[in-house]
């Protein structure tokens, strides 16, 4: 069994400041790529940054300059610092990542989401 668990969603004012932290626990052999993705009320969920386990990083137009994406291959952790938050930046954010189990294929995997709301 493998669980993802995000922490760090809330409330925040526009210009502010967010941290989303998503630890993985379980049967763990190796985790590759890991990210996060967003889902606003009424829209698909999208990518908002990715990063491999080499470090190499990518993020959506949206974000860039705003959001780093860091994570700790030793501690199975993936963080997203947010600054200079917007109002379109509302929305749940989910942790993903493609994580091959003891004696088991490559799959992947969702956390269940942490609410994000930017608003004065």
């Known amino acids: 069994q493998v669980q993802l668990v995000e922490s760090g969603g809330g409330l925040v004012r526009p210009g502010g400041s967010l941290r989303l932290s998503c630890a993985a626990s379980g049967s763990i052999f190796r985790i590759y790529d890991m990210g996060w993705y967003r889902q606003a009320p009424g829209k698909q969920r999208e990518l908002v940054a990715v990063?491999?386990?080499?470090?190499?990083?990518n993020y959506a137009d949206s974000v860039k300059g705003r959001f780093t994406i860091s994570r700790n291959n030793a501690e199975n952790t993936v963080d997203l610092q947010m600054n200079s938050l917007k109002p379109e930046d509302t929305a749940v954010y989910y942790c993903n990542a493609a994580i091959v189990r003891k004696c088991g294929p490559r799959e992947w995997y969702w956390g269940q989401g942490t609410q994000v709301t930017v608003s004065s």
């Open positions: 990063i491999t386990s080499g470090g190499s990083t």
